[in-house]
């Protein structure tokens, strides 16, 4: 007999309703790996899973699979040799549209009770997950513990309450009178159907392949609509796990385990694009590079297209308290998981004549020394600092600092490789601090990874005219400011809302820039370049399904 996972998960998502729109703190997913709220032997278990799953097949079976596919490779060091079930493309799309005649019909209850379900289930197995994207994405594991597991099971969640809300503004049955005079009234009963667009496709990222797939996916999945989830070659096992969850819950709630189909394939080969393209494919989410997300926009006609890429997100300093309060800050931000966020800052602006504090003024080179000392404090340790960098997800991003090196600018502070006491051939660098003028144009584009541009600017009244023209053109998710001046605070705040992008005051404590919190922070706002949608709000869900009506004569 199906199981009912609505009524099941009910109380859930009406706390989710109620913290999408207070918007303060509110999580159901326990950020700390305690054993006392996943068991005492979670942890082990999760470590256990993880190795299983290496130097074999991944366990789950998918109709049609042609082949095997898997060339994982840790940044810390260790060859997965995972195999994957590899079905071509157009089948795929076959089955998942074969799967959408009877999900479709279950209607909204079903389809969110079913995403309830997989959340929660996903919960419990946050070790997995969390080994999984440790040593895929390359970010340490309590990162990948929380950012792998509850931050992103919260934004999925999050989705999930907004498609609720969205899909019960919409009554399933009403009666319509139309008063005539001295006539009879004209009356009619209409029913409404939410009806999903079709087939979606998530394709995941190598850096966050849960807590950026997951929205879109479950975002999709509670609006009717099958997914096929198509992972990044480097990162396939989180998804894969994530997948295999999904089909279990499917088939325990009666329905097609189709309705999500895991998309794996080897680096290089054209399934993105081929899926992509497919006239059946109505809705597409994809985090990555500018270029891929353009492509898609453009090519990708048939499809409601949801993006985030590149951006260059920005740092004023104009005048501050502490000096040694907003370095450490910065310095956290620098080194967290070594660059590798969508939220990580790049360009720090700095008036050429310096900054006024609480103990007098600093010089520019006073406040990039600050700067660069904080750094270096946070990595002297290396066996602490490794559990901040993480490790390089990409050889391309190591030759990256490289590159960035050689544009011969002063270096305030030098990318050190890392030693990790655990993994002696995990890729880890130390953050790069470079010195630029306002007028470089190296500093008009992302350079993704641990490296950051101390900009010299003429004035503060620059810094803010450049943040905005750089947001405008170049996309951004973020922009910090520091500032003691109330009237230059409501100019950052006035040019940040201009230029569409979330803006952070003064950060000096235990909030970072690169951290934002589901049902309360809105993260990107589809205003600029780096990204069409928000995650999350009403517009994030709601095109995703339509209402069909039928209306008779009573």
Not at 135 to 149: D, L, P, V
Not at 395 to 417: F, H, N, P, Q
Not at 453 to 471: E, H, W
Not at 490 to 502: D, H, I, L, P, T
């Amino acid at each position: 007999m199906a199981t009912d996972f609505f009524n099941a998960n009910e109380a859930i998502l009406t706390q989710a309703l109620s913290a999408i729109a207070e918007r303060g703190f509110w999580t159901p997913h326990p950020e700390m790996p305690s054993p006392r709220v996943y068991g005492e032997q979670a942890a082990e278990q999760g470590v256990a899973s993880f190795q299983s799953y290496q130097s074999s097949d991944f366990p789950l079976s998918l109709d049609g699979a042609q082949s095997k596919v898997g060339e994982e490779v840790s940044p810390f060091g260790l060859k997965l040799k995972i195999r994957y079930p590899s079905v071509p493309a157009a089948a795929l799309v076959e089955q998942s549209g074969f799967a959408l005649e009877s999900w479709r019909e279950a209607g909204p209850k079903a389809w969110v009770g079913v995403c309830l379900e997989i959340i929660k289930r996903l919960n419990q197995r946050s070790f997995d997950v969390a080994n999984a994207v440790q040593h895929t994405s390359g970010q340490a594991f309590m990162m990948a513990f929380q950012a792998g597991g509850p931050h992103a099971q919260d934004r999925g969640l999050e989705a999930v309450a907004y498609a609720w809300q969205e899909m019960s503004r919409v009554p399933g049955l009403t009666e319509w009178v139309k008063p005539q005079g001295k006539h009879d009234p004209v009356s009619m009963r209409k029913k409404f159907t939410i009806v999903p667009r079709g087939v979606a496709l998530v394709v995941g990222c190598s850096t966050f392949p849960t807590w950026n797939s997951y929205p879109g996916l479950f975002a999709s999945l509670a609006t009717g609509n099958t997914v096929i989830v198509k992972p990044h070659p480097a990162a396939i096992l989180p998804l894969a796990i994530t997948v295999k969850i999904a089909r279990e819950v499917l088939a325990e709630a009666g329905f097609n385990p189709n309705v999500v189909l895991l998309a794996a394939h080897d680096a290089d080969d054209d399934t993105a694009q081929t899926l992509a393209l497919n006239p059946e494919v109505k809705i597409i989410d994809y985090t990555g590079s500018s270029e891929n997300g353009n492509w898609l926009e453009a090519n990708a006609r048939q499809a409601q297209v949801y993006t985030e890429k590149a951006g260059v997100n920005q740092v004023i300093i104009d005048s501050v308290e502490d000096i040694g309060l907003v370095a450490r800050n910065l310095a956290f931000s620098f080194a967290l998981y070594s660059g590798q966020m969508c939220t990580a800052p790049q360009n720090i602006y700095i008036p050429k004549d310096g900054i006024s504090t609480a103990e007098g003024p600093l010089s520019f080179d006073e406040v990039a020394q600050a700067l660069a000392d904080a750094v270096q404090k946070l990595i002297s340790n290396h066996e602490r600092a490794v559990e901040i960098t993480g490790a390089i997800q990409n050889v391309a991003t190591e030759a990256r600092i490289d590159e960035a090196k050689a544009l011969g600018l002063k270096v305030w502070a030098d990318s050190e490789s890392l030693m990790h006491p655990q993994f002696e051939h995990a890729r880890i660098r130390s953050p790069l601090l470079l010195e630029a003028t306002a007028d470089n144009p190296a500093i008009m584009r992302e350079w993704f990874g641990p490296i950051f541009f101390l900009v010299k600017t003429d004035s503060t009244q620059q810094s803010i005219a450049l943040a905005g023209k750089t947001v405008k053109e170049q996309g951004a998710l973020t922009l910090s400011a520091y500032t003691t001046n109330d009237d230059i605070a409501k100019q950052v705040q006035r040019m940040a809302e201009r230029a569409g992008v979330s803006l952070s005051l003064n950060l000096t404590g235990a909030v970072f820039i690169n951290q934002t919190a589901a049902f309360s922070d809105y993260h990107g706002t589809g205003a600029n370049p780096a990204a069409n949608a928000a995650l999350s709000d009403a517009a994030y869900v709601a095109n995703r399904f339509r209402v069909v009506q039928t209306r008779w004569h009573v």
